[in-house]
């Protein structure tokens, strides 16, 4: 089997899915043909005045079947094509397209007056999707076996080697045996399909070209990233292990294993506990972040979203007592639809919400979470009547170590990482989340925020 892929194509889906596409695009625009040919034959014969010899009809009727057929064949086979570089591929499928529409075009033309047809000028049309598609040698040769046929075709009929269809009514004189006329046509005709192919097919290789560098940016860049995170998991596991360790001390004295501990300095070493807790936190949220960064597909099962809020809600029951903190949790959904998921990751994104929430909500607050169908997904709204967001940083709100104004402001600890790990598992899910304060439970002082969620079913 003759291979027609370029070297630089032969690993490059993209360039597969390119062609599958533009293949079975030409399969719909043939159907059109057929409709367009038979009302070019209706049209022409009832409103144009354009008469058709009994030779013409039929050979133009079976011209018009003859496509429709074959066009059901090629749509059955094109299913059954598989991109092997070396064996009958979509490429190939492309080339025998080519091929059978070309031998029908040249019969419409033969068969509706040959050099005096206007139908001649859609070869062009073919010239420039063949050039779209198929490489230079095999493009150059297919049009200029179509011009030599074309002009033998013309030549036959000026010297009478084969008979000339006249088209009545489309001409008051005869031009096939005007041999200044079929030269002069046939010449520019020839200039014509072959620049046509010059430049289509330059056009289309530098595109092409300019795609697979492209896709080569895109690898590096991928590459480039991974080996950026596995450096920061790497970095972020040397410095966690001392801030473990001084955690550890410290704990030891403050439980008064090593003895008493004066009053001031038991309470500076308590703020020491406290950062250096914090500063643990950090270090766990960059490496989930960077283990996340790293996955390129997640694990996938059939979850129910209400049970793993409801796992997350129990965890988190005490917290809400303590604050007294009055939930709603609502299920809106009529039909209560699984989606497919990575269970653990969804669990740690709902839980990050909910402590949110909680975190930012002052005692005896309302938190409502409610569950509701969307077209081909479900939405998750997590709504408060907390501190709220500024207007100023929902924009940034989901970046890397960002935290809001209001928040620094009134010594709310944290780290910054918690709702970019939450867009991040959500985006992994192909989901969206997007913020909106004040929420719908805004009161004077209490502009809250509400965190929504859309997950897809599939």
Sequence with gaps: MISLVPSWAVYNEEFWETIKHRNLWFIKLRYGAVLMLFAFIVSSEFLLGIGFTQTQLVALTLINCSILVYNGILQWLRVYLKCEPFKFNPLHFSLVQMVLDLSALMLLVYFTGGIETPLFMLFVFHMIIGSLILPGTVIYTIAISVVFIFFGMVLGEYHNLISHHAVAGLLQTPLYNNFKFIVTYSIVFGFVILMSVVLANKIANQLYLMEQKLVESLEQLNAAEVEKQNYVIGVVHEIKTPLSAVHSYL????????????????????????????????????????????????????????????????????????????????????????????????????????????????????IEIILDEKEKGIQLEVCDNGIGIPEKDIEKIFDDFYRASNIRSKGYEGTGMGLSIIKHIVEKHNGTIEVQSPSRLASTNKPGASFIVFLPLE
């Design 251 to 366: 704990d030891v004295i403050l439980q008064g294993f090593l003895g008493p501990v004066n009053e001031k300095i038991l309470a500076k070493l308590q703020r020491v506990r406290a950062r250096s807790a914090e500063a643990i936190q950090l270090t766990n949220d960059v490496l989930k972040v960077s283990k996340l960064r790293l996955l390129d597909e997640i694990k996938k099962e059939e979850i129910k979203v209400r049970d793993i809020l409801s796992s997350v809600l129990k965890k988190q029951r005490a917290n809400f007592d303590r604050k007294k903190v009055k939930l709603h949790f609502k299920d809106n959904r009529k039909i209560r639809s699984k989606i497919l998921g990575d269970k653990l990751l969804l669990e740690i994104a709902f839980s990050n919400l909910v402590s949110n929430a909680l975190k930012y909500i002052e005692d005896e607050g309302v």
